[in-house]
């Protein structure tokens, strides 16, 4: 079957399966309902709530579940077989003809691409509509403001309203690669507003999430979706590109690929080997492009890991730092990679922490909206010792992208903080969920081995004195102080205390 040409399907009721050009194909029980119910209004849009409704009857489902049916039913009939129409619902179209003359495919930017088709109102009240496109227009806007993404304006997308589209066309048409759809329902004074992000080409659903809020709260739930859907969508993506680009061959790779194929190592870091991979790949990527900021801020931030790892000395990571100049003299309004650079020197230059915050606060205006940037704000208010700062960015960091794959490390953060505000309890708690996110994170260790000395339980702290000693056997009182990124003189007195109660050698 041609990409353009519509499979022959026959509903088998009896079988609860699907004939498709003469071979009998057995497909799961809601996927089944999706496609009967989709093919006896074949003549018409069926509404997502009306799907939920009817598939779904009394069960309470997320939206997600209806979209992941779509997609598995788009890749066993065909992607043009169920048409998307934004702001309403799907259509089955599989006896639609292709047009004679199809649009011409806009070529990719060189950067993640995305377009935000209008939501669908499933609230019942057609007056709401303001509502639903006034989310879907600030969405735009805040993804916009992201300098590593290219974003269809919503005068564009909002042409698609009310008509029946295939995501493919849509990703060709708009020269897109990735499509966020949505709906907003209501039951009684509460409001749910659904999200899906989609790579366009493939229907797969990337990501998607759920959030609630009452009427009365609505400008705060307004806000709250663009935060955290802008926040969300980033990491997402950016993994996504990743992977397309690990799937490429070798003779094939061009900087950004290699940027890309390093990411995945950059935010889950194992061990000195995935640091020197992970390295190489960018250092192929500099030596492709030599003026290329963002490979150039992940090495960075690589090496920062590295360091907080203690798989470098503090004057082997600071080698970097020349690099992380570099990205500051020519950022290119990349907010990520000036928050790398920014942690980078407020991290590994002692000197000059102060300049580090500046650096990442620069980061913060080009995107308040980034994970990353708020972790990096987090670290470095941490070590001049602003807690109350620190802990509300690595706060606000952890709750608008709570799968980010760094969370492990932003939590670490959060617990370290806390302890530093003496408050004790909530750090241990935070540091203790930050190894099990992360647990070969050495920052969590020695965070929750001064959590439990500070609190009394002596045992746990001398048994984590020994692990650290374990991983840095040349790990002295001395050095530890001398070498830590905090410097007020009672954070180092109590890092000097804890340090010897668990066996750490002078």
């Known amino acids: 079957m041609t990409r353009d040409s519509a499979p022959t399907v026959v509903i ?86 292709a047009p004679a003359d199809p649009p011409k495919a806009l070529p990719l930017p ?13 609230t019942g009240d057609a007056g709401k509509e303001y509502l639903v496109d006034g989310i879907v227009v600030d969405l735009i806007a805040a993804l916009s403001r992201i300098p590593v993404f290219f974003v269809i304006a919503a005068s564009s997308t909002f042409t698609l309203k009310g008509r029946s589209v295939d995501l493919a066309e849509v990703g060709q048409q708009l020269g897109v690669r990735y499509i966020l759809e949505g709906s907003i329902q209501q039951a009684g004074d509460r409001l749910r507003i659904n999200t899906q992000l989609i790579e366009a080409e493939t229907g797969h659903m990337i990501w998607s999430n759920r959030f609630a809020g009452t009427l009365a709260e609505i400008f705060e739930l307004q806000d709250a979706v663009t935060e955290q859907v802008a926040a969300a969508i980033e990491p ?6 990743a ?48 003026g290329y900021t963002h490979a150039k801020a992940l090495i960075c931030e690589l090496t920062t890991i590295a360091r907080s790892e203690r798989w470098l000395s503090l004057a082997e990571a600071a080698e970097c730092l020349p690099l992380a100049e570099e990205v500051v003299a020519d950022h290119r309004n990349d907010a990520m990679a000036l928050a790398f650079a920014g942690l980078t020197i407020a991290f590994l230059d002692q000197q000059h922490q102060m300049r580090g915050l500046l650096v990442i606060q620069q980061a ?46 932003e939590r670490s953060g959060l617990g370290a903080t806390l302890l530093h505000a003496g408050r004790l309890e909530d750090g241990v708690a935070a540091l203790e969920q930050a190894l ?15 959590g439990y000395w500070e609190l009394g339980r002596t045992e746990e702290a001398k048994r984590l004195g020994l692990k650290l000693l374990a991983r840095e056997p040349g790990m002295t009182i001395t050095a530890t102080v001398r070498n830590s990124p905090f410097k007020a003189p009672d954070k180092l007195r109590r890092q000097m205390a804890y340090l010897r109660g668990i066996g750490i050698p002078e």
């Open 12 to 97: 088998l009721p009896a079988e609860r399966a699907v004939q498709i050009d003469g071979e009998a194909r057995q497909i799961g029980a809601r996927a089944f309902d999706v496609l009967a119910y989709l093919h006896a209004h074949a003549g018409r849009v069926v509404t997502k709530a009306e799907l939920l409704e009817h598939v779904w009857a009394d069960l309470n489902v997320e939206e997600s579940n209806l979209t992941v049916q779509i997609a598995s039913l788009r890749k066993l009939i065909g992607a043009r077989a169920i048409a998307t129409v934004p702001g309403v619902g799907y259509q089955l179209t599989l006896s639609a003809k």
């Open 110 to 122: 060189d950067k993640p691409s995305l377009a935000v088709l209008p939501f669908a109102n499933l």
């Open 236 to 241: 997402n993506v950016i993994l996504a590109e």
């Open 243 to 290: 992977r397309r680009a690990s799937a490429k061959p070798t003779s094939d790779l061009s900087a950004y690929d290699l940027c890309l194929q390093a990411l995945p190592l950059t935010h889950r870091l194992p061990d000195f080997a995935s640091f020197v991979a992970a390295r190489t790949l960018l250092e192929r990527a500099l030596a492709l492009d030599p």
């Open 364 to 409: 913060y205006a080009l995107n308040p909206n980034s994970s990353h940037v708020l972790n990096a704000l987090g670290w470095a208010h941490s070590y001049l010792g602003d807690t109350e700062q620190a802990i509300d960015h690595f706060t606000r960091a952890i709750r608008i992208n709570p799968l980010d794959p760094i969370i492990g490390q």
């Open 436 to 450: 099990a996110e992360a647990p070969n994170y050495t920052a969590s260790l020695v965070g929750l081995a001064w």
